[in-house]
């Protein structure tokens, strides 16, 4: 009688494998509705996701995604409290600090997607020194989405579209497809996601990858982000893999 040794990551794995999933994009929301619940400050919300963050990122590299993008603080944040700012900042940094040997030595390579100008300068040092010590390689692609706003992203690439039309690098107007405009974006180079995983409940994409999203499946769960963890994955990964992506032609 033959024993099955398949494991349940395996499994997980095949999953994955079976439905062509590289790259899936999180709004990690909740982390200050959970810390009210508890009747503490947003702070040890934030604390906690970062928490879940850290399992997140071991979970999908242990399942085979090839790709993971966190919405971690948003062209629209710095409309909160100062106090609440500032943390944010900080804990960016010392995540980053604390978590990138481990993050480098699993071969994980770290990418900064939105626009850095307003971030102070020891945090786009500390940004930079990530994206350079990990480039070369190869595991799971993690971005990390810092200062990003969607609309802010498509605006900036037509700017840039128009500079290289005025130095002649873009010559006719056929030039112009989604292929070009997808290379002038932050994820240039990156796979559109196949999944968006929206956490806390709101049914909204909150000005996050726009243009990427447009044929991606969204799987939204009333779970918190500090409560999301390797189970909660799993589930959106068994989620997806129900799905029938037809993109509009059926």
Do not use: C
């Not at 963050?53 to 409290?81: C, H, M, P, Q």
């Not at 500090?226 to 029938?244: G, M, T």
């Amino acid at each position: 009688m033959a024993i099955n040794t398949t494991s349940h990551t395996d499994l997980v794995k095949n999953t994955v494998a079976g439905t062509g999933l590289r790259h899936i994009a999180v709004i990690m929301d909740g982390n200050r509705r959970w810390a009210r619940l508890k009747n503490l400050s947003s702070v040890f919300g934030h604390r906690e996701g970062v928490k879940s963050l850290k399992k997140t990122i071991e979970a999908a590299d242990k399942f085979g995604i090839k790709y993971l993008t966190v919405y971690a603080f948003s062209t629209e944040n710095w409309g909160r409290k100062r106090e609440e700012v500032e943390f944010l900042m900080k804990l960016l940094k010392e995540t980053i600090q604390n978590e990138l040997k481990e993050l480098h030595e699993k071969n994980v390579k770290i990418k900064i997607i939105g626009d850095s100008e307003p971030l102070s300068r020891d945090l786009k040092e500390v940004l930079t020194g990530a994206e350079n010590q990990t480039a070369e390689n190869s595991g799971l692609n993690l971005q990390i989405a810092i200062n990003y706003g969607a609309r802010n992203e498509i605006t900036n690439a037509v700017r840039r579209i128009y500079e290289d039309i005025k130095k002649d690098i873009i010559n006719n107007k056929e030039e112009i497809t989604d292929s070009l405009i997808s290379s002038y974006l932050y994820t240039a180079g990156i796979p559109d996601p196949d999944l968006l995983i929206r956490t806390g409940g709101e049914q909204r994409l909150s000005n996050y990858l726009l243009w990427q999203t447009a044929y991606t499946e969204i799987y939204v769960t009333e779970t918190f982000w500090p409560d999301f963890d390797e189970i909660a994955l799993e589930k959106a990964i068994q989620v997806f893999a129900a799905r029938s992506r037809r993109y509009g032609k059926d």
